[in-house]
Each structure stands twice: as C-alpha cells, then as structure tokens.
C-alpha cells in the first residue's frame, strides 16, 4: 500500500507538472508577445518562399473565445505592386470537433478586401501565378490508405459568414461587394443576403469599346444543399459606348440603343436542381424597364433545363403593359467556338394579343398612337445571323382584318445587308376596318373618301425592308377592282414611286366621278416624301395635296357615251394644286383635255378644258401604217397560197376519184366477164353431158 500511494504520488506530480506546463504554454500563447513573435517566424517563411513582400500588422488567437484574427495584411506581386490588402481576416472555430473530423465555422468575417490582379494577354503571365505555383510545389503527396483502410473525410460545416467593402479587379474589369452575409437556418438550409454588388467591364465592339456595368442593390438567396431560391429586389445594368443615341436628329427613329442600356429589373428564381453540367430552375417572375427607351417588360416567366449543348425552355410567357404572349416550349442550341457550334433555336406556336404602342418608343415612334388590340400567332426558327417567321396570323379581335404570311430576317450582324423579307399570303380588310388601322398612325390621311370607296379589300403579295429602302409588290383586289402594283420608298432621298396597272377598274366609282366607267390602265408616280422639302413648299403654296408627278397610259375609258381608246394622262402636284393633261390620239388629230383640283374630296369640281390638236401623220403611226400595209400583204399573199394549195389539193382529190373510179369500172369490167366465161362453160359442159346422155341411150 505504501508503494502504491507513492506511485501515486509520482504519477500525480507527473500530470500536475504536465497540466502546469500546458497553462503556461497557452497563456503564453494567449499573450501578444508570443503571437507577434510567432508571426514575425511565419511571415519571413512566407516572404522567403514567394520571394516578394508581405505585412500583416498583428493577429490575434483566442482559444477560449475559440476564434483567430489578423489586421494589416499586404501582399505584394513579384513586380512590387499591391496585389492584396486585407483590413481585417477572422475565423471561429470550434476545436473540439476536429478531434471528430469536423470542421465547423461558428463565424467568419473579412473586412476590407482589396485585389489588384492582371494579366495583360492570353500569352502573357498573371501576376498572382506565382501564388499559385508556389502551393502547387508545395502540396503534400497523398497517403494511400492501406487495403481495408478506409480514409475518414473532413466534414465541413459553417454557421455564419460576413464579407464587407470587397473590391477585386482583373485587368479592365471591376467587382465591389458592400456586404454578404450568409447564416445556417434551424433546418439546416442556408440563407445569404448579397448588398452592393457591381461589376464592371468593358465590351470590345466593332465600332468601339463600350463601358458595361452590372449592379445588384439587394439580393436574398435561401436554399439547401442544390435547391435555392434566388430574390434580386433590385438589379441594374447600365451601357455607355460615349456616343450620341442611335435617334438623335433622327425623330422616327425609336429610343432602343445597346449602346445607352439603363435597365432596372426585379428578379426572382428558383434552382430546382444543379450539377457540374446541368441546370433545372424556373424564372417565376422578372420586371424590366429600360429607362432609356422605355421598353418594358412587366412579366416574364418560364422554366428551364440545360446543358453546355442545349437548353429547353417551358411554358414561357411574356409580359409587356398591355401585350401578353405566350408558348408552350423554346428549343435552343447554345454556341461553343471550341466544338465550332453556332446558336439556333426553334419555338411551339407563339400566341397572344399585342398593342403596338408598347414598343412605339424603344422601336418605331409612328407606333406612339396604335392602341387597336391584335391578335397574333407564329412560330419562330433561327440562328445567330437569321430569324424565320412561320404560320404568321395577325387578326383585330372583331376578325375584320387579318394576315396571313410567312418571312425571315437575314443578315442581322451587319446593318447595312440586313433584309427583311416577308410573303404575305393573304390580307382581308373589311369596309372600315382599314380606316381604322389607318388612323392608329399620326400621319397626313390623304384620299381616305376614296379608300373608303374601294369597299373591302383584299391582297396577296410580298414586300421586303432593306438598308434605307423599302418595297412593296402584289396584287391588291378591290369592290371597284383589281391592281396590281409594284412600289419602293426610298429613305435615303426621300421618295416613294412605283407602277400600278389594272384591267378593270371602276375609277369614278372609287373618285366620285359618276360619269367615269372602267378604265384599263398603266401608270408610274412618284411623290415627294420628305417633311422638309414639303413643308417648304407648302408654306411657299401652302394646299393639302401630295407633291409628286404621275404618268399613265390608258388602254381603254368610258366616260358617259364616249368611249376612248389609247388615253395618255398626266398630273403633276406642287401641293396647293394638281395640273394634269389627257391626250386621246390620232392620226392626224389629237383631243386634248387640260384640268385641274385642290381637294381630292371634290374631285366632280373639277375644272376641265377641252382642246383639239391637228397634226401630220406621225413617225409612229407611219410605222404602223407601213406596218399594216406588209401585214395586209402577207395576210394577202398567205391567203393566195392557202387557195392554191387547197386548189391544188382538190384537183389532186379528183384526179383520185377519177382513178378509184376507173379502177372499180375495171374492176366490174373483168369480173362480169369472169361470169359471162364461167356460165359458157357450164352450159358447154351441160350440153356435154346431154349428149352422152343421149348416146348412151342410143346405144341401148
């Protein structure tokens, strides 16, 4: 007992010197002294090992408050810049689970972070490269367990983390975080609010760098292992290429300008499902207005599964202040210049009513004032440089008007080769329907009595927009008549001519001119439609009409009882006044007629003064009298040659008739003589017979 209270006594004394030595070593190390001295020791290893300068002011350890901290940290790149400056590092742990294989952050914090990294060029080196060889050198070969053995993992777990005045940029491009802090919930999801986080960068354009900037005002994510939800209350993304706006001294061009983006948007998204290669999340709603055109969408959601190849959107709709659009599925091949893959892209029916005004600012301000509803359907097909319009059905909700087409846009990276072309397949407009249209647009409504006149109306046809110019064919059937036209509008010099022709049109019906029947036509014009030369001479002139010049050549008129045949017409219009000049022709008399009108509304007041002209005959219709007189003669001559041939050919027919003729007589002939010899021979040979008869009875 005695030896064994003394062991005790060893053993006890043992511990306690143990135990002794143990408090003093951690409240040596709880002391500044130590933990300056053991900094000191490490930051020399470290700046001997990178070769280049690094400052940490102090740290401070506390393991009874179970957290470490550091102040001052400065690291240098190995050209002696500034590369990262830390205000304030610090990190809580709790200690006791590593003894378990548990890494568990009660807290974590950075204050001040501040990284200045560059890398001039693909071919060039980054200045934070040597960080990154300096721990790849230096990474411990892994032990392989031994057979049976099986390698316990760390596991991670972090309660609370909180970022502060981040700033890093990358060569041109800028990234700042004013806050983030993310805490674990009771069910163990986890919930980050993100505040004042802004991008910055430059786009190289072909015509010129553009300053870029994405910024997030508030943003809250919550979520659990691959599932979050995503709430962006505020984000913004601003362009400035330091230009003029696409519409400035251009007032019908719209305000949408990728150069001049102030977009403001609320977000929110669910991620359904994520993995290395793979994304399933729904956007359930999204507001976005650009302030700067004013286009704005009030709603747009839809779900979305994707890969690196493809991505698959459902149920999408789109939502604007007063058009909703909406379609089933959006199939999309993403571009990758590494496996030489371009973007293309394929969609369900597109459906939904449309006011046109909501995109009258961003695209087409004469749209400012269509507040008529449309109904719309297609489908839509493409590429990066093409868009294809499908089952194009463009309808008013009382079904008056309505157009069916086809058509593509081609040529979209370059401005200048850009084409619009559509093929319309069929357009109906009931009577006073396209007045309706019409007055959607804040434009000068000229002759709308006489469109009015031309009762419903009907067109088949195709059109196409092209750099500055537009143009316009088809066939255009009418209560009064069919035209056909063919028209371009050049924006370029600002004038729109064509042609139009009709077979049988009912001009006076459509002009309000009783008097005046069907016309078969042909006619070219050109107006001037340029608002500066116009307004110029209307304020000389002043007047209402159009200003251009028209030409047409009349097969055929009807006005009254007179009928007239090769009618040359011609009117030209300073706008105050129309003067034109009909010329009937003749040989050597023309009938000439000179009016004039100032309203297109009061076209049976117009003045009207008959002339006649007296002339030779002229070059042409001496051509054409010479040109009747060979006609005559080869007509004559024709003639002659067709009576002889059939002279020819009937005395050739009697001549055969008189040889079948002569041929059957022959014929006739031989065979009553064949029956004149066969009967002399039967009675011969009767006679024969008669007498040997007799002979032979003789002889009895």
């Known amino acids: 007992m005695k030896y064994f209270t003394l062991a005790l006594k060893i053993l006890g004394g043992i511990l306690g010197g143990f135990m002794l030595l143990a408090l003093v070593a951690f409240g040596l190390i709880q002391t500044s002294f130590v933990q300056n001295k053991l900094l000191n020791y490490a930051t020399n290893l ?181 599932k979050w939800h995503l709430t962006f209350d505020s984000l913004y993304y601003f362009t400035d290429n330091h230009k003029p706006r696409k519409n400035v001294g251009k007032p019908k061009r719209g305000f949408f300008d990728v150069g001049h983006f102030d977009i403001a948007a609320k977000l929110d998204v669910d991620i359904e499902h994520v993995a290395k290669d793979t994304l399933v999340a729904a956007v359930t709603h999204c507001d976005a207005l650009d302030r700067g055109s004013g286009l704005h969408v009030t709603d747009l959601h839809f779900k979305v599964t994707a890969n690196k190849q493809h991505a698959n959107l ?30 293309a892209y394929t969609t369900s029916t597109i459906k939904g009513t449309v006011l046109l005004k909501d ?26 440089d ?18 069916k087409a086809k058509g593509n846009i081609s040529n979209l990276k370059d401005k200048y080769k850009l084409h619009v072309h559509f093929d319309v397949n069929q357009m109906k407009a009931h009577s006073g329907s396209k007045e309706i249209i019409i007055s959607q647009f804040p434009v000068k409504k000229f002759m709308m009595k006489q469109l009015h006149a031309l009762g419903n109306i009907s067109y088949n046809g195709h059109f196409d927009v092209l750099w500055k110019k537009e143009l316009f064919d088809g066939l255009l059937k009418t209560e ?18 064509g042609k139009v022709s009709t077979d049988s049109f009912e001009l006076g019906r459509a002009m309000d001119m009783p008097g005046l029947g069907k016309i078969v036509c042909k006619a070219n014009f050109k107006f001037d439609i340029s608002k500066p030369r116009t307004a110029k001479m209307r304020k000389l002139k002043g007047g209402k009409l159009p200003i251009g010049h028209v030409d047409a050549e009349i097969e055929e008129a009807k006005y009254k009882l007179i009928r007239a045949r090769r009618v040359f017409a011609e009117i030209n219009s300073d706008g105050a006044v129309a003067e034109g000049k009909i010329t009937v022709k003749g040989k050597y008399m023309d009938m000439l007629c000179s009016f004039s009108f100032t309203n297109t509304n009061e076209m049976q007041k117009t003045k009207v003064k008959p002339g006649i002209k007296f002339h030779q005959l002229s070059e042409e219709d001496k051509a054409k009298k010479e040109e009747k007189k060979r006609t005559k003669e080869m007509e004559k001559e024709e003639k002659k040659r067709l009576k002889d041939q059939e002279k020819a050919e009937k005395k050739l027919l009697k001549e055969k008739e008189k040889a079948e003729k002569k041929l059957l007589k022959e014929k006739e002939k031989a065979e009553k003589k064949q029956r004149k010899e066969e009967e002399k021979a039967e009675k011969q040979r009767k006679k024969a017979e008669r007498k040997a008869q007799k002979e032979a009875a003789q002889a009895i």
């Open 480 to 497: 009064t008549g069919d035209l056909r036209f063919n028209l371009g509008l050049d924006e370029e010099n600002k004038y729109v001519s």
């Open 46 to 226: 470290l700046r001997e090992e990178l070769k280049t300068e690094i400052k940490i002011d102090r740290i401070s350890i506390n393991f009874m408050g179970r957290d470490a901290r550091l102040y001052g940290f400065e690291l240098e790149d190995q050209q002696h810049r500034k590369m990262l400056v830390v205000e304030e590092l610090g990190l809580g742990l709790d200690f006791i689970r590593l003894f378990n294989h548990e890494v568990k952050v009660t807290d974590a914090f950075i204050t001040g972070l501040s990284a200045q990294l560059y890398k001039p060029s693909p071919d060039s080196v980054a200045n934070y490269q040597f960080l990154i060889d300096a721990f790849k050198s230096k990474k411990a070969t892994k032990k392989k367990p031994q057979t049976g053995e099986k390698k316990q993992k760390l596991s991670f777990d972090v309660e609370h983390v909180m970022l502060n005045r981040i700033n890093v940029s990358y060569n041109n491009q800028k990234a700042e975080l004013d806050g983030l802090e993310i805490d674990k919930q009771r069910d163990d999801s986890h919930k980050a609010i993100v505040k004042g986080l802004s991008y910055a960068w430059i786009q190289q354009t072909k015509k010129g760098p553009v300053d870029s900037r994405l910024r997030l005002s508030k943003t809250e994510i919550v979520g659990n292992q691959s």
């Open 386 to 403: 093409n868009i294809y319009f499908n089952n194009v059905l463009v309808t008013t909700t009382d079904k008056k008007f309505s157009v």
């Open 359 to 384: 995109i009258a600012r961003p695209f087409s301000l004469v749209l400012s004032k269509f507040s008529l509803p449309l109904q719309l359907q297609t489908n839509m097909s493409g590429d990066d």
């Open 314 to 343: 459902r149920d999408v709709t789109i939502k604007m202040p007063n058009t909703t659009l909406t379609f089933a599925y959006a199939n999309v091949q993403l571009p990758s210049k590494k496996e030489n893959r371009k973007l």
